[in-house]
């Protein structure tokens, strides 16, 4: 029996997904737990398994098709079954770009094909090249041998024709039929074309081959990396962001560590981090000041009774920052536990978009890279955002004689609209002494 494949649904918020890759193609045997496709949500990357055995017997959408939640996105079964009663209710639409066109392919005649194969009369060379694509580059005499295609497996789409209009050679029509592709020639037909006189008076010079490298290299956005872009724009631009920098005696927080590593295994701890210590005191130290803990519209601010810790994240895919919910309420090692938890998926993009939202705060850290201070931006609509900075030696006297010490530097980014500088420095004030004393704090 036919069995009909939907786009998953990846969170409360999330409406649709982009198919990034297709593992297997319409024929192909599948088997129960076979990868069959990876989408990606604004967020994060997932793969989807097959739930039963069979032959795939139709793809509905291809790569770079965003396809809203639930939908059927291909069925498995046994040849000769009839699919017709799983085909979507409608056509996916691409996403439109800042111009408001639209970047969706025009779709082959054969749906099975995704990707249309076809044969370029001049070369007798196979190009994978679309329909919208290979109309332009004709319209604009446009060698389409030398576009570089990004598309979905090797395929030459519009925005390559885009590119190639501001680096590539344009012929006339009756010129684009008899010149040699290896050749350079004098273009003196309107705009620079090259004409068929050109072509007949000769090349200037041959390419036997490509240049070693390229000037520069053009890759397309991913979504993260738009989400991440707008979101701090918007914050920038709706908020007034101050940043005050503090620094405390890191003391008390390297002697805890030092305990934990040469103790924590024995006594059943988890390997605890010195930001696992500041998130834990931030925690605590928020609820004294809960115009930070809080989230501010212009004409509500709403103060929050529990802290949603938002800790970001550094990923290949860009930054995210997964909620630790209740984090007044965690015990350290819980807060050690979860923090690695949601991290490693963040990381390996398999985080639940429904996990990156809901922060009350944020905690950035860029203390490992040695930053001594820096100017975190504000996660909207939060009123302030907590950075991290590294360790520093510093020098001072006690009774006469010069000693030194590891401080540790904080910046905090308030919006002042909601908060005043001296209000946030109280609080950046208290949160540097509990840390000088944080094995004390473990006690509270």
Not at 265 to 292: F, Q, S, W
Request: with cysteine.
């Amino acid at each position: 029996m036919a069995v009909a494949v939907i786009m998953p649904r990846q969170g409360n918020t999330v409406e649709s997904c982009i198919i990034t890759k297709w593992h297997k193609q319409k024929g192909d045997s599948v088997k129960q737990g076979d990868m069959l496709f990876t989408y990606e949500t604004d967020k994060a990357t997932f793969d989807e398994e097959a739930e039963v055995s069979g032959k795939l017997l139709e793809i509905f959408f291809k790569e770079g098709d965003d396809v809203p939640v639930l939908t059927n996105m291909c069925v498995i079964g046994q040849d000769g079954e009839d699919v017709s009663e799983f085909m979507p209710g409608k056509t996916v639409e691409k996403k439109k770009d800042e111009n408001e066109k639209s970047t969706e392919e025009e779709k082959p005649a054969d749906m099975a094909g995704h990707g249309i194969l076809e044969t370029e009369p001049e070369t007798g060379e196979a190009v994978r090249i679309s329909p919208r694509a290979r109309n332009r580059a004709e319209k604009q005499g446009l060698d389409i041998n030398a576009a570089k295609a990004t598309g979905p497996s090797g395929r030459i789409i519009e925005r390559d024709i885009e590119v190639l209009e501001k680096t590539g050679p344009a012929f006339t029509k009756a010129a684009a039929a008899s010149y040699d592709s290896r050749a350079v020639y004098t273009g003196s037909g309107i705009g620079g074309r090259i004409t068929a006189a050109d072509v007949k008076k000769g090349a200037v010079q041959i390419n036997p081959s490509a240049p070693a490298s390229a000037e520069y290299e053009d890759e397309n956005v991913p979504n993260i990396r738009k989400v991440i872009g707008k979101a701090m724009q918007a914050s920038l631009a709706t908020m007034a962001q101050l940043t005050i920098n503090m620094s405390f005696d890191a003391s008390s927080l390297l002697r805890f560590r030092t305990t934990i590593k040469t103790r924590g295994a024995e006594m059943g701890l988890p390997n605890i981090t010195l930001n696992d210590m500041v998130v834990y005191a931030t925690a605590r130290t928020l609820l004294k000041h809960r115009d930070l803990n809080a989230h501010f519209s212009g004409e509500v601010m709403r103060r929050f009774n529990t802290v949603n810790m938002g800790v970001a994240v550094d990923t290949d895919r860009g930054l995210m920052v997964p909620t630790l919910y209740g984090c007044d309420r965690m015990t350290l090692p819980e807060i050690c536990e979860r923090t690695k938890e949601i991290a490693s998926m963040s990381k390996a993009g398999t985080i639940n978009p429904d996990l990156l939202k809901g922060g009350t705060f944020t905690i950035t850290n860029l203390g490992t890279f040695g930053v001594e201070s820096f100017t975190p931006v504000i996660n909207p609509p939060q009123t302030a955002i907590l950075g991290v900075c590294g360790l520093t030696t510093r020098a001072r006297e006690e009774n006469g004689r010069i000693s030194t010490y590891q401080s540790m530097g904080l910046s905090l980014t308030i919006d002042h609209r909601a908060v005043d500088g001296a209000p946030a420095a109280r609080f950046l004030k208290e949160l540097c002494v509990n840390l000088e004393n944080f094995e004390a704090m473990l006690l509270v």
